[in-house]
């Protein structure tokens, strides 16, 4: 029923306005309560903590880069030149490239975000994550599974707490711990989060390896 709701244009224009054509409510993510946190710990002390029988996901890379915060002094407003720069300096820190990565959580505060960052971190060619999305290719069991946790979208966007909780969906995809969403064998994940009007980004790689 809900769905039925959502697809019938009359209720889309009287409940999901636009807010910035074509952007609308829907399209954006909820601001929410919420917390999140990790421990880091050096590999020996895994056993010492309880640990020992959990796959150690490591820090391959982890990577920072910033760009203006004007948007129309960009040379293209559509760009994301942070997270490409983040993403390429903790691919150059992991060793490794796009197609190394088995699993991402991107940070889709707008619907329009998740495609460009696909792009702008490599995992599809520039102008073709909107066609990867709408093949099915970033869902569970796709060539490129993304915000298995259901992004920011889905799950709220507790400003603070959100970079950490996308660090977490990644550990449990990565220890096979994400039942009902689990990516068989993935072994490498990918996390981009940013704030401001991606001014500020950090590019994470966790990894089994």
Do not use: W
């Amino acid at each position: 029923m809900v769905l039925e709701r959502i697809t019938n244009p009359a209720y889309i224009n009287a409940t999901n306005p636009i807010v910035a054509d074509p952007l609308r409510q829907f399209d954006m993510c909820p601001v929410s309560d919420g917390a999140a946190a990790v421990l880091l710990v050096a590999k020996d002390k895994q056993e010492e903590l309880g640990f020992a029988s959990k796959p150690f996901v490591r820090i391959a890379g982890i990577a920072s880069a910033t760009d203006t915060h004007v948007v129309a002094n960009r040379e293209n407003p559509s760009d994301l030149l942070a997270v490409r720069l983040s993403a390429e300096k903790a691919y150059k820190m992991a060793g490794m490239q796009p197609s190394d990565i088995d699993v991402a959580e991107l940070h889709d505060a707008f619907q329009i975000l998740e495609i460009e960052e696909s792009e702008e971190t490599g995992l599809f060619p520039r102008g073709q994550g909107h066609i990867a999305a709408r093949n099915g290719d970033t869902k569970v069991g796709g060539k490129m599974p993304i915000n298995t946790s259901g992004g920011l979208k889905a799950k709220g966007h507790p400003l603070g707490a959100t970079g950490v909780s996308q660090i977490i969906e990644l550990v449990r995809q990565l220890r096979g711990e994400a039942a009902g969403r689990q990516v068989e064998g993935a072994k490498t994940g990918l996390a981009v989060n940013f704030g401001g009007f991606g001014n500020n980004v950090v590019a994470t790689i966790l990894t089994t390896k």
